[in-house]
């Protein structure tokens, strides 16, 4: 193997918070885009798990969790981790279940959301807009890795409903933060298209 390599999704927040690390220290590796409904043999022969991000770093070793890539690449990451434990855990809880109602609840029609799980997730958001009212990021004066490691999984909750989080969520701070990074260059620069990758023949 001659260099590093990252099998990702575009639209996954935890490959969105690998990209994000991995662009930030400036390491440089090929990026291979995969179907979540077609996974590619190579990337399951190098983790069973069947699910992005996967890292494979020039000297073969296999990082498969997304947190685990962000310390590789940043190894003195100064992470909040009372915040990231808090959207990896109870907040993607709630978010699945607001965001896809139906997968959850039986009673529920494709497309309803639930209104007591956004509830939840809210309340879970308040030390991170308490946070935001003294510093204009969860790392400090800068975008860092705790904003890395949190805002992907936001920027889907706040997408559900894009009016109410405008204008009722009760969160004025977090929407201009999480506006600040998603308007970064760094977010734009991860953010960029790949065709799916395919091996060669």
């Known amino acids: 193997m001659s260099g590093h390599i990252l099998y990702s999704f575009r639209r996954c927040p935890y490959a969105m918070r690998a990209r994000m690390a991995l662009y930030l220290a400036g390491t440089e590796y090929e990026h291979r ?10 990337m399951l022969e190098a983790s069973p798990k069947g699910s992005v991000p996967v890292f494979m770093t020039s000297n073969e070793e296999v990082i498969d969790q997304s947190l685990d890539i ?24 709630h978010l699945d279940r607001y965001k896809y109602a139906s997968r959850y609840d039986e009673t529920a029609k494709r ?15 308040q030390p991170f807009e308490r946070t935001l009212e003294i510093q204009t990021f969860l790392s400090g004066a800068d975008m860092g890795p705790t904003d890395i490691a949190t805002f992907p999984f936001i920027r889907q909750f706040a997408a559900v409903e894009p009016d109410w989080w405008a204008n009722e969520s009760g969160l004025p701070k977090m929407r201009d933060w999480l506006k600040n990074c998603i308007t970064s260059d760094l977010f734009k620069a991860i953010m960029e298209k790949y065709p799916l990758w395919s091996p060669p023949e």
């Open 33 to 42: 885009e995969v179907s979540l409904r077609d996974k590619p043999e190579a």
């Open 70 to 93: 962000l310390r590789w690449a940043i190894p003195d990451a100064a992470l909040k981790m009372e915040f990231v434990a808090q959207i990896d855990g109870p907040f993607k809880h």
């Open 111 to 125: 497309g309803d959301v639930d209104l007591g799980h956004r509830a939840e997730a809210v309340e879970i958001l």
